[in-house]
């Protein structure tokens, strides 16, 4: 499976696309995004009069394995270690994290026996629960920078990236992991077949592997084409992150689907010899209704990209005829699937005055490519435009709630996933 592995180097950009999983050659297109920039590289004043990278935003499907996945245009080297995301801003996913460790420990009956490794463990935000609870804990994230907060915090944490050399190194060091997991990492993996493979040897023989990532059938069904963009390499239903499982040897067990980041997956895995653990019925249900659906015929993929493009004429539709009655347009948000969408549809201060975002770092920055100017909310109640843009259309119910008095000026949100939708 890792034949490719060896000899990528510089020529990654020149050469025939492969996939990642089965190193066939890639022919077939999922989407076509167009050029676009790194969707966290926020811009200051200063930058907005140089030149500014951008990378193309084509994503195949590959005819053998079925796994929907980008190139690797940009080594994760430059994206990841200096990372600005922080998940202990977010209360929600505090939250998310805090209710997981709860059930995990019951379920599993972890205890101060045990040990927990986290793959990205990012700020700590996580393995703050396990600690508290007296459970040997240890984060592996390749971001120096949230990797300081979180020993910090009192969490033990590695700043390496992780795979097989990293997996031997812990495995040297008695590092044997009951509870093996990483949320939202998985599709940020190059090299996907190096690191399933590590947590192979990383799992103890009775030990279990929970990955949340997003659901490719819910990218496809509500058409979340904005949750494309370089960082994210790989797009994964169950059904083909089981065959990447599977050639590791390691079985998926059990699934959970999940409401976060616009509907996401948990799978539980194990060793293949492990028998402790019996298969559920959803793992049964989800792969007949996935294959019901589609996933595993080719044919299936070929839909979205025109339903992509539909979608972008739609909200220039919206967007035109919106300026030529007069009205103003405030974004909120800056969210990196923003910048996707903002790219890809050629949406700049033309149409959108500016963007409020409540993460201080990004006050003052411009979006990249388009460069819309961001600032703090308050703005919005200062200029009281005429529609509120929602970027992040996954807290669209929460952002209307918190944004309730621009209705005093007549105000209506737009929302533009799955498709433009305009509310009072
Ligand atoms: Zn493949």
Redesign the pocket.
């Known amino acids: 499976m890792s034949a490719n592995c060896g000899e990528r180097g510089d020529k990654t950009n020149m050469a025939m696309p492969y996939?990642r999983?089965?190193g066939?050659n890639l022919v077939h297109t999922f989407v076509d995004l167009g050029m676009s920039p790194l969707c966290e590289s926020f811009l200051t004043m200063e930058q907005l009069n140089q030149m500014e990278p951008f990378y193309p935003l084509r994503v195949y499907v590959?005819e053998?394995?079925f796994?929907v996945q980008l190139q690797e245009y940009v080594r994760p080297e430059n994206i990841f270690t200096e990372y600005a995301y922080f998940s202990s801003y977010s209360d929600s996913w505090l939250q998310h994290a805090k209710t997981y460790t709860e059930r995990i420990v019951e379920r599993f009956y972890l205890g101060p026996h045990s040990q927990v490794v986290e793959l990205a463990s990012n700020d700590g935000y996580l393995l703050q629960y396990f600690v508290q609870k007296g459970i040997l804990s240890l984060g592996v994230e390749p971001a120096a920078n949230v990797a300081r907060v979180a020993m910090e915090k009192g969490i033990p944490t590695v700043v390496k990236f992780f795979g097989v050399k990293t997996a031997q190194e812990l495995s040297r060091e008695r590092y044997q992991a009951d509870l093996l997991l990483g949320n939202n990492v998985l599709a940020q993996v190059p090299d996907l077949n190096d690191f399933v493979a590590g947590m192979k040897l990383l799992l103890k023989p009775e030990g279990v592997i929970t990955m949340e990532f997003p659901h490719l059938m819910r990218l496809i069904e509500e058409n979340q084409f904005d949750t494309i963009y370089h960082e994210h390499f790989s797009y994964f239903s169950f059904s083909t992150v089981e065959r990447v499982f599977a050639a590791h040897g390691l079985m998926l067990f059990d699934v959970e689907e999940l409401p976060t980041h616009g509907g996401s997956l948990r799978i539980y895995a194990r060793h293949a010899e492990d028998t402790s653990k019996s298969v559920s019925q959803r793992v049964v249900e989800l792969k007949s209704r996935e294959d019901a659906a589609g996933f595993n015929c080719l044919e299936y993929y070929f839909s979205f990209a025109e339903k992509v493009k539909e979608t972008k004429r739609r909200l220039l539709d919206f967007l035109i005829k919106a300026k030529r009655e007069g009205k103003s347009i405030a974004g909120y948000g800056a969210p990196g699937k923003g910048n996707t969408l903002l790219n890809y549809c050629g949406i700049r201060t033309d149409f959108i005055d500016y963007t409020v975002d409540r993460n201080p770092y990004k006050h003052g920055r411009y979006t990249p490519g388009t460069h819309i100017p961001i600032y703090d909310p308050d703005r919005i109640s200062e200029t009281r435009p005429d529609y509120i843009f929602i970027l992040p259309w996954n807290l669209k119910t929460e952002i209307m709630k918190q944004l309730a008095y621009v209705r005093d000026w007549g105000a209506q949100f737009v929302v533009p996933i799955p498709e433009v939708m305009v509310y009072s």
């Open positions: 996939c999983f089965c066939q590959c053998h394995c796994l």
